[in-house]
């Protein structure tokens, strides 16, 4: 507001000069060369307020505008940085079932594997060697099987999690983006 301060005060000061300066008693057209002057220098000062009025508001736009880029990166990251939280914990929570069903499917397979393994050498001890043998065979190749699948799903769920942990360390670490806003003209 003390903007406009100077320019109030220097159209009360041209208004009294003229007042000073007119003679004793302006008649007829007297008051007109009076007024005139008057009156142009109230129209400048009013161009000049409005001049003023406009930069002010067109410096509270970009301020305001600014404050809002910089608030709406914000929520973007954030949103960003709670998107791979809740992904993380679904993620977790995916794997802990998962380890939850292989374990009771291990102990399935376990124990069908011990009952031919068993099988197998109850048919040994009872001298059908062939068949024992064929039954044992047969298990130790469904355990050997049975255990390479385990370590190659493991070894691709490793892959995959050391993957996603890369690109979410990427995504996090990007820099934010220039948040100045463009204006036209560029004058301020």
């Known amino acids: 507001m003390f903007k406009f301060l100077f320019g109030l005060v220097l159209l009360q000061a041209i208004t009294v000069s003229l007042f000073l300066l007119a003679p004793g008693s302006p008649q007829g057209w007297d008051w007109v060369r009076l007024l005139v002057p008057m009156l142009i220098s109230s129209v400048l000062i009013a161009f000049w307020f409005k001049s003023l009025a406009q930069h002010m508001n067109k410096d509270e736009i970009m301020r305001l505008k600014e404050k809002h880029a910089l608030e709406r990166e ?5 949103a960003e940085r709670d998107k791979h939280q809740v992904t ?25 594997v011990a009952g031919a393994v068993g099988v197998g050498g109850l048919l040994l001890l009872t001298q059908f060697m062939t068949l024992g043998v064929l039954v044992v065979a047969a298990a130790g190749g469904t355990a050997g099987g049975y255990v390479l699948r385990i370590k190659q799903e493991r070894s691709r769920e490793q892959a995959k999690l050391e993957q996603q942990a890369s690109r979410s360390a990427r995504v996090l670490a990007l820099p934010p983006k220039d948040v100045t806003p463009k204006l036209g003209n560029g004058s301020a």
Request: zero cysteines.
């Open 88 to 112: 993380k914990s679904a993620q977790k929570r995916v794997e802990q079932e998962i380890r939850n069903t292989s374990a009771k499917a291990n102990f399935k397979v376990g124990a069908a």
């Open 74 to 78: 914000k929520l973007k990251v954030k």
